[in-house]
């Protein structure tokens, strides 16, 4: 370690105690970014490839901070090391709009490679992550693919179930290029950590087949020595490093307290005369820094891999990778399947080689047995790993699994849909339909839950041609994950062209004034059973996704749902559908085990129920009208 390297260290540890104490209402986690401030300092001035004036690059290598709350160090690694992030956006800390946010946001921060803050998410998706660069890497070779992953977490990560799953994948899977250092500090937001963890976590990394070490957070060459034996090792490494948290201030070092919030006035006074800066300084980046900081800001690697792509024999195949997709021709139906039957004969006739993914064990239910990953009993990694899998480019990944175990999944939909990541959930076992498999697995509440989440969509097909339309809706969305929830049970092709696309259509029509049902899945063959079962007209709408809907003009929404009463008709829970219609036949409560057609009967799907409701609701909304005029 030189001078400037103690230098630069010093500072970053005065920025972690600055941008808390400064931000509004003295917000922020300082302890530890201090404590992993020399690791920090390392990796990006000695061992990560990347060019800050091009942060996207796709050879780069990946730093995920999966302990986020630690951000302040990242942040002022990156304006150090000439990522376009300036001292006034530093002083701009958890404010909103800002550059600097409370946690990392990749699609707010130049050089933040995964957004994280849930604990365990961000090592999860690491792997992921790894495991792109694996395949890229195997389809184009070292000359466009050689990089690595890195992850910083701390015990909290560890803790986080979703961090066993991804490490015994990545473990199983021999990701080679992931490295992950873990900050063993000793304590909790909640007190010392053998309050509640001490398992031997260097023995259950080694049993998932990693490499595991140790060095000490302020051993600089022991540091550098861990990483070397990581990258050379075939197995993925797991780095102890012990740390202090909020060293080397006097009193709080060590202290659980030293987590957050920001330090006092006093303990930042008393902790820059201990680091050599100015104790009533902010912000203190001396002039001696600034040499280091254009040396890394002018990193040419970039423009370097550029050329190698544009001389390379593959150089169109990467341009298909990183294209939108363009699927094949669609195949035929010629009669009642099942949409997750449909979903599995579209995936075996789509000619995508970036199209990636697999089950949660599964394959058979789903029918993704032509996926190249199996995922096993792991829900909760397989959604995150998918999440690193589209952060990392190049690849459009899928997962599957049957619908109610999506609640497994929801830490990691949520960070799909906040970064807008292009994951496709293939989820089966739709409705009660599904039968004997009881409550357990009949999805009630999950259809609901999901649409409640911002830039999710939802796509429920009614029929293969849904199926087929709502596949091509998800691979062309890269900007945001997308679920297709598809029936156990066969469903009767539309006759007519369907629209997923526009989110819902008309599937009979009637007079703008009559009566309309509004459907998804298989709720739209109950709907036109029971409009056969009616006196007078009624038109019947499928609704795939309401989202889609939802973007279509005020004037075509008016046109699909007309200006007469409306029904929803949904085997889940009615919340939300009164957004659209006036009432509900849905499922507010839990369903049983039973054959499917029995259950749908029992809980009153059947289009005898169905018309018997659109009877009462016309007689009703008429009724209204007539006491009013």
Not at 225 to 232: D, F, K, L, P, Y
Not at 382 to 409: K, R, W
Request: charged share 20%.
């Amino acid at each position: 370690m030189i001078d400037t390297d103690r230098l630069a260290i010093a500072c970053l540890r005065g920025l972690s105690l600055d941008l808390p104490r400064q931000a509004d209402n003295g917000s922020g986690h300082s302890g530890t970014a201090m404590a992993l401030a020399p690791l920090g300092w390392l990796l990006y001035s000695k061992i990560l490839r990347y060019d800050p004036k091009v942060p996207q690059w796709p050879d780069r290598d990946r730093l995920v901070m999966s302990n986020g709350h630690a951000c302040v160090l990242l942040y002022g690694l990156l304006h150090l090391c000439g990522f376009d992030l300036s001292l006034e956006d530093l002083r701009q800390f958890r404010r909103p709009g800002s550059k600097t946010p409370g946690h990392p946001e990749s699609w707010v921060t130049p050089g933040v490679d995964f957004s994280t803050g849930p604990l365990g998410q961000g090592l999860a998706a690491a792997v992921g992550m790894a495991w792109a660069e694996q395949r890229l890497g195997e389809e184009f070779g070292p000359d466009l693919v050689d990089h690595y992953t890195y992850v910083l977490c701390s015990d909290g990560d560890l803790m986080e179930g979703v961090s066993a799953e991804a490490s015994s994948l990545a473990g199983h899977l021999g990701l080679r290029r992931l490295i992950v250092f873990y900050d063993d500090n000793g304590v909790t937001i909640d007190g010392p950590c053998s309050r509640s963890f001490t398992e031997d976590v260097l023995a259950r990394y080694q049993a998932y087949g990693w490499q595991v070490l140790s060095a000490g957070g302020e051993d600089w060459a022991g540091l550098e020595q861990a990483v070397r034996a990581a990258q050379s090792d075939p197995r993925p490494s797991l780095v102890r490093v012990r740390t202090v948290i909020g060293y080397p201030s006097p009193t709080m070092q060590g202290r659980s307290q030293a987590h957050s919030p920001a330090f006092s006035h006093e303990e930042i006074r008393a902790t820059k005369q201990l680091l050599g800066l100015d104790p009533e300084e902010l912000y203190q980046l001396p002039a001696a820094l600034e040499e280091v900081r254009r040396e890394l800001a002018g990193r040419n690697l970039a423009a370097i891999w550029r050329e190698r792509l544009e001389a390379h024999p593959q150089r169109d195949l990467w341009s298909t990778f990183h294209s939108p997709p363009r699927p094949g021709p669609r195949p035929a139906f010629s009669g009642p399947t099942a949409t997750r039957a449909a979903s599995g004969k579209i995936l075996q006739n789509l000619n995508l080689p970036q199209l990636v993914g697999g089950s949660a064990d599964l394959a058979g239910s789903t029918n993704t047995q032509s996926g190249q990953l199996a995922f096993g009993v792991r829900e909760g990694a397989m959604a995150a790993f998918c999440n690193g899998v589209a952060q990392h480019g190049g690849l459009i990944p899928y997962c599957s699994t049957y619908f109610a175990f999506s609640d497994q999944m929801k830490p990691s939909l949520r960070l799909a849909a906040l970064a807008g990541l292009g994951v496709i959930c293939v989820w089966t076992h739709d409705s009660l339909a599904l039968g004997e498999d009881g409550p357990t697995h009949q999805p009630v509440e999950q259809l609901a839950t999901l649409r409640a989440l911002p830039n999710f969509w939802v796509l429920r097909p009614a029929d293969a041609q849904e199926t087929m339309q709502a596949w091509e809706v998800a691979l062309q969305r890269r900007d945001g994950p997308c679920g297709l929830v598809l029936s156990r049970q066969t469903l009767p092709l539309l006759s007519l062209e369907t629209r997923v696309d526009l989110g819902a259509y008309i599937v009979r029509d009637g007079p703008f004034g009559c009566p309309t049902l509004l459907a998804s899945g298989s709720e739209v063959h109950l709907c036109l059973a029971a409009a056969e079962l009616l006196e007078f007209p009624v038109r019947v709408v499928s609704m795939p996704c309401w989202e889609l809907f939802e973007l279509q003009t005020a004037r075509y929404q008016t046109e699909v749902l007309g200006s007469g009463p409306r029904l929803a008709v949904e085997a889940a829970a009615s919340l939300g559908w009164h957004r659209w219609a006036d009432e509900v036949v849905g499922l507010d409560r839990f369903g049983a085990s039973g054959p499917g057609p029995e259950l749908m009967e029992l809980y009153g799907f059947t289009p005898g129920a169905v018309a018997a409701r659109t009877r009462t609701l016309r007689a009703c909304q008429s009724g209204s009208r007539s006491s009013k005029a």
